[in-house]
């Protein structure tokens, strides 16, 4: 995950040079769907916490990235375009939605987070946990939340998510420890024992 | 993350692994099968997409034997069709269908002298009469007739006292 520079060398070929038509791009078009379709789904539930939002947030993604198939070669990180594009569609859609709560309903979370504890009802309290430590981190402030919700998606590395959100990495270097500091008080204060 | 992390130092509680794991279990969560395909399908039916090229991003893996028979079926129709519009042991049959035409003359009017045919000279003849033509004498039965002339024999008209 450290490297940051573009992955998708040999996957786009270089710009055009002559003054012919475009190159058709759906051939990359579908290569990238092949390679960050579960990775934007994952961005896309990290906020919305829904399952069929997040996989409508991922095609609308593509569907952007259709429309300016023609920048593609000018690229340098796909996925972190990619991740940018996604983040930035689901805060929009999220400012729009002001009406639902994201903690709204810790049971169905509960029931759509996966457990790897082998025995069931370990892993549904397991999952009961966790639903309820990411309801506490929705009540973050929204920088903080961001930055901690990107670190543990796919393991980003301090430069990406900066990049993801357009900060300094210092910046999420700070944010991500205030995040944590501000969770963790919030545990506390739930009465949550570790 | 380290479990002596000075974020959590304070709290007196390590919430580390709490954290963490909820975290984590956020990032496992997986789409359900089959995303790749639909994002294709609706790439596929995107208008910004021209027509031509929505075949290439559909993975027709699926659907090769579907797109084979429909491929065969269009053809053979095609041929078909062909062979019929060019079969030359056809016979025509004569049909009866309207064709459009000059209207025809009408008797006193292709009889008279000076009524042309062409359909761009202009001939008085033909429009300066319409309906049925009564000449002043047949329609004024009282006008005296010229001197030295006898009125025609007509059934209803009785002769004028001279």
């Known amino acids: 995950m450290g490297s940051y520079e573009g992955n998708l060398t040999g996957l786009l070929p270089m710009p055009e040079t002559t003054a012919t038509a475009a190159p058709d791009r759906t051939a990359e078009l579908t290569a ?19 399952t069929a939002e997040a996989e409508d947030m991922v095609q609308e993604t593509f569907l952007r990235v259709l429309r300016h198939r023609d920048r593609l070669p000018e690229i ?22 002001k009406t639902r709560p994201e903690n709204e309903d810790i049971s169905e979370l509960a029931r759509v987070l996966p457990a790897k504890d082998l025995r069931a009802d370990h892993a549904v309290i397991a999952a009961q946990r966790h639903a309820r430590v990411l309801a506490l981190m929705d009540e973050l402030p929204a920088k903080e939340r961001q930055a901690l919700l990107l670190s543990a ?9 900066a990049s993801v959100l357009g900060i300094t990495e210092s910046s999420v270097r700070s944010r991500l420890f205030r995040a944590r500091r501000d969770l963790a008080e919030k545990l506390r204060k739930e009465g949550l024992k570790s | 993350m380290n479990p002596s992390d000075p974020a959590l130092r304070h709290t007196g509680v390590d919430y580390t692994q709490e954290i963490d794991g909820a975290l984590a279990a956020l990032a496992a969560v997986r789409p359900r099968d089959g995303l790749e395909q639909r994002i294709l399908t609706r790439i596929a039916s995107a208008p910004e997409l021209p027509w031509y090229r929505r075949f290439a991003v559909a993975s027709m893996g699926h659907h090769r034997w579907a797109m084979a028979a429909a491929s065969a079926v269009i053809v053979a129709g095609g041929v078909t069709m062909t062979s019929y519009r060019h079969h030359t042991v056809a016979v025509s049959t004569p049909v009866a269908v309207h064709i459009p035409h000059a209207a025809p003359q009408a008797a006193a009017a292709a009889a008279s002298v000076g009524v042309s045919d062409h359909p761009l000279e202009i001939n008085k003849a033909k429009t300066r009469h319409r309906g049925v033509h009564k000449s002043y004498r047949a329609i004024h039965g009282r006008v005296p007739l010229p001197r030295g002339t006898t009125a025609p024999m007509r059934p209803n008209t009785t002769p004028l006292p001279q």
């Not at chain 1, 990238?32 to 829904?50: C, D, K, M, P, Q």
């Not at chain 1, 980003?156 to 998510?161: D, M, T």
Request: cysteine-free.
């Open chain 1, 153 to 161: 998606l796919e393991e980003l590395s301090n430069a990406e998510i």
């Open chain 1, 76 to 97: 340098r990180d796909a996925r972190v375009w990619l991740i940018r594009i996604t983040w930035n569609l689901v805060l929009d859609r999220k400012r729009r939605q």
């Open chain 1, 32 to 50: 990238l769907v092949h390679e960050y379709s579960g990775t934007l789904y994952r961005v896309a539930f990290s906020i919305s916490r829904n």
